[in-house]
């Protein structure tokens, strides 16, 4: 989880040398519902930059742990509970 903003886009680097970048997410919604585009580049350049923007990213990430999860409210639970189930549709 980032603190200090916001980062919705999915980057995908998987051999130094394809990058995917896009908002599409791997389930059902983006894949039927949303109007989602990733662009798909082979550039070793544009590769290294955004792993060097990802790695700068996750310096100011905070790891979103269980036990963290585990501690929230009963009242949290059941409003992030409840989002998921409408979601789901």
């Known amino acids: 989880m980032l603190r200090s903003q916001m980062l919705h886009a999915k980057t995908t680097i998987p051999d ?4 995917t970048v896009g908002p599409f997410h791997l389930d059902r919604w983006s894949d039927r519902r949303n109007l989602e585009v990733s662009v798909c580049v082979l550039d070793h350049g544009l590769a290294v930059e955004l792993e060097r923007d990802f790695a700068r990213d996750l310096e ?6 269980l036990e963290h999860q585990e501690r929230r409210s009963l009242l949290a639970r059941l409003v992030h509970w409840s989002a998921y189930q409408l979601m789901r549709w």
């Open 60 to 65: 100011g990430a905070v790891e979103v742990l």
């Open 16 to 19: 130094g040398l394809l990058v």
